[in-house]
């Protein structure tokens, strides 16, 4: 009878965990995208010369994780466990901007944060992310203040702040919003550098 009982609880815990396993969605993993290379006889004026220094790029601690971050609310987020980054978000919002700037201004010259001191950089590109998310209203968001350095000190600081709409639901959707507001972030630099490159010299704000 003991074995009886002990079998019947056996087998209902392996349809308990058969059970379980089955439901368990199968993880996607996503990446941000660069910009499209410049078409050929395109506007961009090459700079071939140019050095750019990219970093340091500090995002928040809460999108320091492998899953991808949502707002639910004013004090709400929610993690996707099986909707998640593909590496590291830092690292790839970083590498994309880096991309995006190369393509914009025209230069293969690009070096990550952090280089020799004995390196020459044109200009540094600091960016401190302070949003990165997509909203309860469905639009990403982008909110970062960035800096451009040349010799140690300061041409620009500024704040830039960007919203993109989400069309269609699913991650795909809110990943590609979220590139294109890195996409933004980039045009808004690299029309910074070309006003430096050209000896027009907005103040900063």
Not at 60 to 79: C, E, F, H, W, Y
Not at 171 to 195: C, F, G, K, M
Request: glycine share 6%; net charge neutral; aromatic share 6%.
């Amino acid at each position: 009878m003991r074995t009886l009982i002990l079998s019947t609880i056996m087998s209902a815990i392996a349809l308990v965990l058969l059970s379980a396993c089955g439901s368990t969605q199968p993880s996607r993993f996503y990446v941000l995208n660069s910009l499209p290379a410049p078409e050929e006889g395109g506007t961009v004026t090459p700079a071939p010369d140019l050095t750019l220094g990219i970093g340091p790029v500090n995002l928040p601690k809460m999108l320091d994780r492998p899953q991808i971050v949502t707002r639910s609310g004013a004090n709400q987020i929610d993690l996707s466990e099986s909707n998640r980054w593909a590496e590291p978000l830092d690292y790839n919002f970083t590498r994309v901007l880096g991309e995006n700037l190369s393509r914009l201004l025209g230069t293969d010259r690009i070096i990550y944060f952090p280089w020799n001191i004995s390196t020459r950089i044109d200009y540094q590109v600091s960016v401190e992310v302070i949003k990165f998310e997509t909203l309860e209203n469905g639009n990403a968001r982008l909110r970062a203040r960035w800096t451009i350095n040349r010799d140690r000190s300061p041409l620009a600081m500024r704040t830039s702040d960007i919203t993109r709409s989400v069309t269609e639901s699913g991650y795909a959707p809110i990943v590609a919003a979220q590139s294109r507001t890195l996409d933004d972030l980039s045009q808004e630099i690299a029309a910074a550098i070309r006003s430096f490159a050209h000896g027009s010299h907005p103040g900063a704000r």
